[in-house]
C-alpha cells in the first residue's frame, strides 16, 4: 500500500483539528480515523469535545463513541483495531485522514508501540490499591521523582498511563523513558503529519471559550449522570473530575470551572511538548487560510 496515504493531523486541544479534518475529507472524499482516546466513550460526549452530529455528518469518521466507559480498551487494541480499518478503507481511497490530540496513540499507528519488559503484575495491583485510597496525587509526585522526562510529556492527569509509567519503573529500576523510542516499525502506507499551532495565549484563549461553551451545552447535567460511575477509570479526567468535586461540595462551580480550564491549559502544554519533539510534523498556525480546500 506504499502508494496509499494517511494525513495525521495533530496539536493542542481546541486548535482546530476536526475542522481541518473535515474540510480535508471532503476535498479528497475520503474518512477520518480519530486517535482521541477520550472521544472512544459513547457516555462522554460533551466534556471530551466529540464532533457534533453535523460534524459527524459531513464527513464518515471511525473510532468516536465506539465503547462504552465499563470497556478495557488499551492503546494496544487500538493499534490492531485501527490498522485494520485503515487497511479496509485503503481498498476504496487512497488518502485517509487521521486526527486526534493523543500522541501515543497517533504514533502506535504510524510507528508502532515500543516494546517493555514484562514486570511483577503485583506492582499494578499495588498501585491501583494507592490509587483507590489515596488518590493520583501521590502517584504523579512519585513519577515525577522517578522519570521527570516521562511526566513533562504524559498526561498526568490520566491514572492509567500514570500508573503504566510506575510499573515499569519500579519493577525495572529504570525509568519508562528508557524503553521509548525503539525502532519504528515499517507500515504499508506513506504518512503525512501536519500540526496546527498558535501562540500560547490564543491557545489558552480558545481553551477558557471552549471549557464556557460545554458548561453552556450541559457538561454539568453530563457530569450529574456519570457521578455514580465516577470511580471508573475513563472519568478520571479533566472536564469531569473537576465537576464530581463540585458535586460532592469540594468546589463551587466556578471554582470548578477554573479548574477545568487550567488543567486543559497543562494538558495542552503536554501535547505540544509531545509534538515538538516528532521532527517530520510539517507546522501551520492554526488561523492558515486553505484557499484550495476553501477551509478557514
Avoid at 509526585?141 to 490520566?158: C, G
Wanted: net charge neutral; with cysteine.
Amino acid at each position: 500500500m506504499k502508494n496509499k496515504n494517511l494525513v495525521a493531523i495533530v496539536g493542542p486541544t481546541a486548535i482546530g483539528k476536526t475542522s481541518l479534518s473535515i474540510a480535508l475529507a471532503r476535498a479528497f472524499h475520503t474518512e477520518i480515523i480519530s486517535a482521541d482516546s477520550r472521544q472512544f466513550y459513547k457516555e462522554m460526549n460533551i466534556g471530551t469535545a466529540a464532533p457534533t452530529a453535523e460534524e459527524l455528518q459531513a464527513a464518515p469518521h471511525h473510532f468516536i463513541h465506539n465503547i462504552s466507559i465499563q470497556d478495557e480498551y488499551s492503546v494496544g487494541d487500538y493499534e490492531r483495531d485501527a490498522l485494520q480499518k485503515i487497511e479496509d478503507l485503503f481498498q476504496k481511497s487512497p488518502i485517509l485522514i487521521l486526527v486526534g490530540g493523543s500522541g501515543l496513540y497517533v504514533k502506535s499507528l504510524l510507528e508502532g508501540l515500543d516494546n517493555f519488559p514484562e514486570v511483577d503484575p503485583l506492582i499494578r495491583k499495588q498501585l491501583n490499591q494507592q490509587l483507590n485510597e489515596q488518590g493520583l496525587s501521590p502517584l504523579k509526585e512519585k513519577l515525577n521523582q522517578l522519570d521527570p522526562f516521562y511526566f513533562s510529556r504524559v498526561d498526568i492527569e490520566n491514572p492509567h498511563r500514570v500508573i503504566r509509567a510506575l510499573e515499569i519503573c519500579l519493577g525495572t529500576g529504570k525509568p519508562y523513558s528508557s524503553f521509548l523510542e525503539g525502532a519504528k516499525q515499517t507500515r504499508d502506507f506513506n504518512a503525512i503529519k501536519i500540526g496546527l499551532t498558535a501562540p500560547r495565549e490564543i491557545i489558552y484563549d480558545r481553551i477558557n471559550m471552549r471549557v464556557d461553551l460545554m458548561m453552556e451545552q450541559g457538561l454539568l447535567e453530563e457530569a450529574e449522570h456519570l457521578y455514580p460511575l465516577k470511580e471508573l477509570n475513563a472519568l478520571n479526567t479533566v472536564g469531569y473530575k473537576e465537576l464530581f468535586k463540585y458535586i460532592e461540595g469540594d468546589y463551587s462551580l466556578e471554582e470548578a470551572i477554573a479548574e477545568i480550564k487550567k488543567n486543559t491549559r497543562r494538558f495542552a502544554k503536554r501535547q505540544l511538548t509531545w509534538f515538538r519533539k516528532e521532527k517530520d510534523i510539517t507546522w501551520f498556525e492554526y488561523s492558515t487560510k486553505w484557499k484550495k480546500l476553501k477551509i478557514t
